[in-house]
């Protein structure tokens, strides 16, 4: 029963060397490519409840995993996230799935923070802190919103599209709404600006983008990727989050920092992106991304979807997009599988896209300086008649209206940064 092939392993690194320390049945594994490094932990082929056995006797678990002592191994294949492996116990059959680059230690609190609408492991394995196995019992659902969309998308079917986005944001929602008590802590704008310019560097990009990022923008348990294929749908037509292993991008440059719940949409709308490029979609993409913005922003906490957080002078969706490009140009040079699309489309469009913003600046320092001259004007020469407050009131006026008209400048979320 052996493995097909590491689908994992990027196609273009090679093996360098061993790297480190590694549990039993494992092998630690350093993966080397063009200006890129990574450490990966490999299994054993698992044909057997001994191999099984050999695999985690040195891992600590949590949660609910099937009894060692009674299993039975039915098969195991690769894809590019890592080994799955099929397991029956007590009637009950169980997917697990190996995490080669481990994961972000926050799986078990996503599992236990999330409601019931969410398609999550039982429980996993750790070594050194750190997930490097989880299982899930196996359920059966119709379909999921890739698939769908994928041939709703080809068909040119607007109305069913939009069903599927708009049900595929509002389960994001429900579980941004579901773990919103478990933590939130303020945004962390040093260190969202530091991971993109050392992505930039990584790929010796020609862009450069850093934002102030709103305040409301604050950290919260995300899900680190999210896909249309990790949302489920029963025969009941309920849609079914799925917590997935964690992507190459996030091994080949670990996050060292939390995020907020815009970029998990963020992750949806690229995802979108690709999907539409894929198909060759005869739809507009501007109805589409709407629609899947909506979904999220009725079910998802308000303080985490307000204007203010998709408010582009601050990065707003746009800059986490952007993140994704690069993660997805990241992933491309590992594999060596040609430029993705929209990522390229969108870096490509970001140096026109910041020369609009910086030029509405302009009107930004004008509301600044006539509020700024009608509030000094009123502290430094106190009014004593009513037109003395003729010019201080015009400017404060003035200054809001222009602000007003700002705002409006900024892009709407629904719109592509392609499209700009």
């Known amino acids: 029963m052996a493995v097909e092939e590491n689908l994992w392993r990027p196609s273009a690194m090679q093996v360098s060397e061993t790297k480190g320390d590694s549990p039993s049945g494992f092998s630690s594994i350093r993966l080397v490519g063009n200006r890129m490094s990574m450490d ?33 191994i039915i098969s195991q294949l690769s894809n590019e996230r890592g080994l799955l492996v099929k397991i029956k116990s007590s009637e009950i059959e169980w997917l697990a799935e190996f995490l080669p680059w481990g994961s972000d230690n926050r799986i078990e609190s996503r599992v236990v923070n999330s409601q019931l609408s969410v398609d999550k492991p039982c429980g996993g394995y750790r070594w050194k802190e750190q997930d490097i196995i989880i299982l ?10 890739n698939d769908d969309l994928i041939q709703a998308l080809s068909e040119g079917d607007k109305e069913l599209a939009i069903d599927i986005l708009y049900n595929s944001g509002k389960s994001l929602g429900f579980y941004h709404s579901s773990v919103e008590s478990f933590r939130e802590t303020p945004m962390d704008q040093k260190r969202w600006n530091k991971r993109l310019l050392d992505l930039e ?29 990790d949302i489920l749908i029963s025969e009941g ?31 949806l709308v690229q995802d979108l992106g690709r999907l539409f490029h894929k198909t060759k979609s005869p739809l507009d993409i501007t109805d589409l991304r709407k629609s899947l913005i909506e979904g999220w922003i009725d079910n998802a906490p308000s303080s985490w979807s307000s204007s203010d957080v998709f408010y ?8 986490w997009e952007y993140e994704q490009s690069l993660l997805d140009v990241l992933e491309s040079t590992a594999n060596q599988s040609g430029p993705p699309s929209p990522a390229v489309q969108i870096i490509s469009r970001v140096i026109p896209f910041q020369k609009s913003m910086y030029n509405s600046r302009t009107i930004a320092a004008l509301s600044f300086i006539s509020i700024f001259l009608g509030i000094s004007t009123v502290i430094n020469n106190p009014p004593t008649s009513f037109s003395d407050t003729i010019i201080p009131s015009f400017c404060i006026i003035l200054g809001y209206f222009t602000h007003s008209f700002y705002r409006k400048l900024s892009p709407p979320p629904e719109k592509p940064i392609t499209d700009l």
């Open 237 to 267: 037509k309920e849609y079914f989050l799925r917590i997935s292993p964690p992507r190459l991008a996030d091994g080949l440059y670990k996050p060292v920092c939390e995020f907020p719940a815009i970029r998990d949409l963020s992750c």
């Open 201 to 229: 560097e990584k790929l010796s990009a020609n862009t450069i983008w850093r934002a102030p990022f709103s305040r409301k923008a604050t950290c919260m348990l995300s899900l680190g990727d999210v896909r249309f294929s």
């Open 136 to 145: 899930r019992k196996i359920k059966n659902y119709q379909s999921n919103s």
């Open 312 to 319: 582009a002078h601050k990065g707003g969706l746009a800059i």
């Open 40 to 72: 990966i932990l490999e299994p054993i082929s698992i044909n057997s409840q001994e191999d099984w056995n050999s695999v985690i006797v040195d891992l600590d678990f949590w949660g609910n995993v099937p009894d060692p002592n009674f299993l039975e």
